[in-house]
């Protein structure tokens, strides 16, 4: 079932479930800077958030409620699965796939969702990592990012943030999920990696967007 909130109103919601997941908390702050808005078009989309029982604010804090966190995941979902949809069956790149799914992520109806993950292969994360929700455990993914490791041999897991480019930049690098990485060290502002048994420097910026995993 579709709910009966707007559009931006849905991407609020969105954006403060994975601000909870990739920094433990939303601040208004963060919203501002993620949307490009004003501080009064913001919080009045939050009084309406609260005013439909969505998110809690009676801490300092921005919390979804359960049916908040109901909303946002359905999105995500249709999100992610979006996503996959795009590159792995029409083979359009993880650039656009991620554009394009912030529009469809609104449309698709429950049942054709179900279809769809069934379709895909129940997949367990988006092209880039992010975990479709209800698939893996609570504590989501586990990992560092590229810049706070140790020298040793990992796997890429996930880019952190969808933008062009940091996209761009870890596909020119090789260091997409799935590919195994050798980190030797640090140069000057710069991670010293091998992939593919080819040498490159991933400057910090990146690096601080790629989340890598020990490989036992
Ligand atoms: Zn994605």
Known sequence: MMSELSE????????IYELEETKGQAKVVDLIEAFSISPGTISKALE????????????KRIRL?????????RLIRAHRLSERLLTDILEV???????????????WPEDVLEKMDRVLGNPATCPHGHPI?????????????LDNVQPGEYRVVMIVKEREWI?????????????RVKVEGMEGRDVRVEVDGKGMKVPIEIAEQVVVSGIR
């Open 8 to 15: 931006p109103l849905e991407n609020y919601l969105k954006e």
């Open 48 to 59: 309406r958030l609260e005013s439909l029982g969505f998110i809690d604010r009676s801490t």
């Open 65 to 73: 409620t359960e049916d908040g966190r109901k909303v946002a995941e």
């Open 93 to 107: 790149d993880w650039i656009r796939a991620h554009e394009l799914a912030h529009r469809l992520e609104h449309i």
């Open 133 to 145: 929700p209800g698939r893996i455990q609570k504590e989501g993914i586990k990992g560092t990012t």
């Open 167 to 179: 996209l761009r930049a870890v596909e020119d690098l090789g260091l997409i999920p799935g590919k």
